[in-house]
């Protein structure tokens, strides 16, 4: 029993780990919770936990192990594109969401959607997984798969509770935003994406 309780504070630790390095999810956070309030958090990181799922079962089937190099040069591509048209919406949209905003309306925003998006479409995420994430699921596999469960779960619970700590903060503070401040935040938020996005792209 110890050796589950272990494995869930690892995977607690390494998800907060990564949770806490600033990167798209935060951002399409930000966005969300400046649209509709505090509940952006939670259902970007439902739409994280979907994806994450996905690619847990592919390294359990052993997946992981037929990810080369020039897959990778392909997803870091694919991402960046998919990221920078991310921004761009965000952008565009921008401006309507503060009018919409002044005029005391709620934005509507699919941040489940955004948290599938943005985990799917960043290199850093596939990389994590298929290097470290794979070598921590297999090690916690010895275990049995109760410890992956814990692993799982503890990764899950950081994940879950920064993102909420996230949009509960911004949403506090949302309605003492001007909708030229509130613009500018989202502007923010996609040139960050386009940057983010063109980096994996080109590089």
Known sequence: MFELFEMLFIGFIVGLTGALV???????????????????????????????????????????????????????????????????????????????LHGQDKVSSNSLIAGIVTSASNPYFWLWWLAAGSALVLESMKLGMLAVVFFIVGHWLADLGWFTAVSLSFSRGRGMFSPKTYRHILVSCGIFLILFGSWFAIG
């Open 22 to 100: 600033p990167g798209p999810m935060l951002f399409v956070t930000i966005d969300g919770t400046m649209k509709k309030g505090w509940t952006a958090g939670p259902e970007v990181f439902l739409g994280h936990a979907i994806i994450e799922t996905a690619v847990l079962v592919l390294i359990l089937l052993g997946m992981n192990s037929l990810v080369g190099e020039r897959e990778m040069s392909f997803i870091s591509v694919a991402g960046g594109i998919v990221l920078i048209i991310f921004g761009i919406m965000t952008i565009k949209g921008a401006k309507v969401s503060a009018e919409e």
